[in-house]
């Protein structure tokens, strides 16, 4: 079941968000987050009108999607950058599709033009999930990301909505 995230699911969205700051290229950044951290996130996302899409399987948040601006600039008013992430122990199962679908059909509803991707250039997995939605690559960023004792390459990824 999808559905708006609600304060009680923080907790699951803080687990989620940091593991895949610990174990994957997914996200550029090092430290885990704070649960207070994700809890101003929240809000932040509430006051801005952005959803927090959840995912719950037998009762518990396995994946959660959002999205924002793209840049903040007035120009870019029209482009909304998004984020998916899904519980470890669920991948695979097609929780992250599912959750795209719902956010494109958010996206498109609020009428927006443009939606982005940044994309870690070896993540296949979400790389072929973005294909599979018609997102087209338009372009890679070299060593623009250091982790894991690595450079790392971000792809960009677009959906030109209707």
Known sequence: ????????????????????????????SY???????????YAQKLAKNEPVLVYVKDNEVVGFATYG??????????TVEHSIYVDPNTRKEGIASKLLTELIKEIEYKGYKTIVAGIDATNEGSIKLHEKFNFVACGNIKSVGYKFDKWLDLAFYQLILK
Request: net charge negative; hydrophobic share 35%; proline share 4%.
């Open 1 to 28: 079941m999808i559905r708006q995230a609600h304060e009680q699911d923080i907790q699951n969205i803080t687990e989620i968000y940091n593991d895949t700051i610990l174990n994957t290229t997914a996200v550029y």
């Open 31 to 41: 430290d885990p987050v704070t649960l207070e951290n994700r809890q101003e996130w």
């Open 69 to 78: 601006s793209f840049r903040d600039w007035p120009a870019y008013k029209n």
